[in-house]
């Protein structure tokens, strides 16, 4: 299963990139966020593998999640033009996903945000889930990238959200 998901963010890209590459900011933005900690690493950084766990309703997932890619390392000064890479392969049980985002300049002070996943699943439940429910996925990208923009723009929390 592949699919692209897509968001326009109000701030400088130079500036999402910062904000998103962040760690202390994955709590206030990707949502049910339960640990996000290097096991090899630095967060962020090329090669690095980290333990995910998300909690979803009363479920809790957890994955390896390793960077493939992340272009330009520094994220101060990036040439304009130029398009900022982040890829990262994640593995759970019964999944495997890899993830694609792209940050490129829609304008002076707006980031266009691509995000290309996709997801091979194994075991009997995981290709149920994919075969019966595989909006659920794309819905979930999607709601990350919209928590992420009303984060950079407005400073809302998704802990603090209700219900």
């Known amino acids: 299963m592949k699919f692209t998901v897509s968001i326009e963010i109000a701030l ?3 500036r999402a990139a910062q904000m998103l ?3 202390a900011h994955l709590p206030k ?3 049910g966020l339960v640990l996000h900690e290097p096991l090899k690493g630095a967060h962020g950084q090329l090669g690095t593998t980290s333990r995910v766990v998300l909690q ?7 994955c390896t999640e390793t960077v493939t890619r992340r272009e330009p390392v520094d994220l101060h000064d990036i040439p304009s033009g130029s398009v900022v890479h982040f890829d990262r392969e994640i593995v759970g049980d019964g999944m495997w996903s890899a993830v694609r985002d792209r940050l490129t300049e829609a304008g002076p002070q707006t980031t266009l945000w691509e995000s290309e996943s996709e997801y091979r699943f194994s075991g009997l439940m995981m290709r149920m889930v994919g075969l019966l429910m595989p909006g659920v996925f794309r819905k979930q990208s999607q709601q990350h990238m919209q928590d992420f923009k009303a984060f950079a ?3 809302e929390d998704v802990r603090d959200a209700k219900g």
């Open 12 to 14: 400088p890209r130079e």
């Open 21 to 23: 590459a962040d760690p």
């Open 29 to 31: 933005w990707l949502r």
């Open 56 to 62: 979803m309703g009363k479920q809790k997932f957890e």
């Open 153 to 155: 723009e407005r400073g």
